[in-house]
T-cell receptor
């Protein structure tokens, strides 16, 4: 399966700044996801995106977060005003099609460091 | 919550030995999956077992599922140094979102 590409690999930002994390999945897949992993902790679901709309979001995904698929290919996660506790690895994932649609393919992640 | 919880948290074994880790979850599931994460990298899918299956094999991996106990196990046979990683179980539900456990960190000593 083709890989999911995430950029940047590492983002350092000041508290209160906006960040945009990018993901380039394969354009003909419908389901996309963002997950977060705080250092040493479990991977947590943030949001799922289906057919260009948010399908489900977790409690973590508050008004500071938004997702877009601006050009039909790139998939972005925006954090409007970063907090120290937003420091984590952020993973984008997509599902495959057909009978394997439950399997998710993850990018290598973006490490966000909020100072 | 459908989150899986793994035990042990960490496992250190000699190359060639088998590694077994367990996962428990709380509610009914569609499928249970196992993923591997190498340090600082993304997660890689290993194997999926459906709720109506009891055992599945893939290469050196063997997964069992006991829905009555809401538990699963992952066995890696004849471990290699390259198997050193964190292993996560995950349950999937509506819209296929994954709920992960805390993971088991496996270290294979040469």
């Amino acid at each position: 399966e083709p890989e999911v590409t995430q950029t940047p690999s590492h983002q350092v930002t000041q508290m209160g700044q906006e960040v945009i994390l990018r993901c380039v999945p394969i354009s003909n897949h419908l389901y996309f996801y963002w997950y977060r992993q705080i250092l040493g902790q479990k991977v947590e679901f943030l949001v799922s995106f289906y057919n260009n709309e948010i399908s489900e979001k977790s409690e973590i995904f508050d008004d500071q977060f938004s997702v877009e698929r601006p050009d039909g290919s790139n998939f972005t996660l925006k954090i409007r005003s970063t907090k120290l506790e937003d420091s984590a690895m952020y993973f984008c994932a997509r599902t495959s099609g057909g009978i394997a649609k439950n399997i998710q393919y993850f990018g290598a992640g973006t490490r966000l460091s909020v100072l | 919550s459908q989150q899986g919880e793994e035990d042990p948290q960490a496992l250190s074994i000699q190359e060639g030995e088998n590694a077994t880790m367990n996962c428990s979850y709380k509610t009914s599931i569609n499928n249970l999956q196992w993923y591997r994460q190498n340090s600082g990298r993304g997660l890689v899918h290993l194997i999926l077992i459906r709720s109506n299956e009891r055992e599945k094999h893939s290469g050196r991996l063997r997964v069992t599922l006991d829905t009555s106990k809401k538990s699963s196990s992952l066995l890696i046979t004849a471990s290699r140094a390259a198997d050193t990683a964190s292993y996560f179980c995950a349950t999937d539900a509506v819209d296929y979102k994954l709920s992960f456990g805390a993971g088991t960190t496996v270290t294979v000593r040469a």
